[in-house]
T-cell receptor, first 116, second 109 residues
Framework: GAVVSQHPSRVICKSGTSVKIECRSL??????MFWYRQFPKQSLMLMAT?????????EQGVEKDKFLINHASLTLSTLTVTSAHPEDSSFYIC????????????FGPGTRLTVL | GDSVTQMEGPVTLSEEAFLTINCTYT??????LFWYVQYPGEGLQLLLK?????DKGSNKGFEATYRKETTSFHLEKGSVQVSDSAVYFC????????FGQGTRLTINP
């Protein structure tokens, strides 16, 4: 089946630094990639949707200057958390979708970010 | 807008019990419906899906039927196992994606 990888799986950083998380579709071309943030009580919050070669569409309330998303190719999207603060600590999950709308999303394993 | 409402958890059952996790939706179009499962410390995995009314999705003993008349997609399993302990998400796409809030399931031996 389709595989999506994320790197790193865990990252600990100091407050004020930037962290980049990579999301790759390993065996298919992803026309659309999604970035989610998952809070401790399991709820999944969609942060942004990105299509290859175009700017990401951010959900309301998500700061685009803080969470930079780059979808440089059909197999790679990156999320950069700039000037991270402790409140940015969370589980970040990406997913990828191939083909037309309505096709299932394939999820990465997630990245646990801890900001000290 | 479109929405998905899931049964609130957590749900705790004994092994071999019957499971139902309710999911209802509202959508202006004709959505495809999904159940995803998230095991501890992992990302979400597709469990099953249905793309049109009356379709039944099934996988690993789980089933859900797309009921347009009741706008529901309830997840069922006849006999749960400890390994089924996870968080379950109901979702739709029409074509924008909407996820339910998740239901945590714990199965005790």
């Amino acid at each position: 089946g389709a595989v999506v990888s994320q790197h790193p799986s865990r990252v600990i950083c100091k407050s004020g630094t930037s962290v980049k998380i990579e999301c790759r579709s390993l065996d298919f071309q992803a026309t659309t990639m999604f970035w989610y943030r998952q809070f401790p009580k399991q709820s999944l919050m969609l942060m942004a949707t990105s299509n290859e070669g175009s700017k990401a569409t951010y959900e309301q309330g998500v700061e685009k200057d803080k969470f930079l998303i780059n979808h440089a190719s059909l197999t790679l999207s990156t999320l950069t958390v700039t000037s991270a603060h402790p409140e940015d600590s969370s589980f970040y999950i990406c997913s990828a979708q191939a083909g037309v709308a309505g096709h299932e999303q394939f999820f990465g394993p997630g990245t646990r970010l801890t900001v000290l | 807008g479109d929405s998905v409402t899931q049964m609130e958890g957590p749900v705790t059952l004994s092994e071999e019990a019957f499971l139902t996790i309710n999911c209802t939706y509202t959508a202006t179009g004709y959505p495809s419906l999904f159940w995803y499962v998230q095991y501890p410390g992992e990302g979400l995995q597709l469990l099953l899906k249905a793309t049109k009314a009356d379709d039944k999705g099934s996988n690993k003993g789980f089933e859900a039927t797309y009921r347009k008349e009741t706008t529901s997609f309830h997840l069922e399993k006849g006999s749960v196992q400890v390994s089924d302990s996870a968080v379950y998400f109901c979702a739709l796409t029409a074509p924008s994606w909407v996820f339910g809030q998740g239901t945590r399931l714990t199965i005790n031996p």
